[in-house]
Nanobody, 125 residues
Framework: HVELVESGGGLVQPGGSLRLSCAASGRTFASYAMAWFRQAPGKEREFVAAISWNGVSVYYADSVKGRFTISRDNAKNTVYLQMNTLKPADTALYFC??????????????????WGQGTQVTVSS
């Protein structure tokens, strides 16, 4: 397992932007597929975006396609989620997850087994 720490959440108006970061410990970050999930109050955790170990393959939930961008910097052991044109429906606690995998396929359904504590994103006027 790897230790993950999210940051970058906050309160933003509809239409605004935020950039989330997830910093990982250890020297094997490049071995991990990474993903962002979110959980709103009273709802189940849902997939948001995922990226392969080298950044070549990315996946997005339909609800965020065209608005969110996932990226990673293996030299900095960090994965990012750029969120643009935010909507009130994006309000949730955002988590990053990690799993050792070098696949390029089915990233949303991998068995992520390391999780951070989450960072709160609130979209409201």
């Amino acid at each position: 397992h790897v230790e993950l720490v999210e940051s970058g959440g906050g309160l933003v108006q509809p239409g605004g932007s935020l950039r989330l970061s997830c910093a990982a410990s250890g020297r094997t970050f490049a071995s991990y597929a990474m993903a962002w999930f979110r959980q709103a109050p009273g709802k189940e955790r849902e997939f948001v975006a995922a990226i392969s170990w080298n950044g070549v393959s990315v996946y997005y939930a339909d609800s965020v396609k065209g608005r969110f961008t996932i990226s990673r910097d293996n030299a900095k052991n960090t994965v990012y989620l750029q969120m643009n044109t935010l909507k009130p429906a994006d309000t949730a606690l955002y988590f990053c997850g990690a799993v050792i995998s070098q696949t390029y396929y089915a990233l949303p359904t991998l068995p992520y087994d390391s999780w951070g504590q989450g960072t709160q994103v609130t979209v409201s006027s």
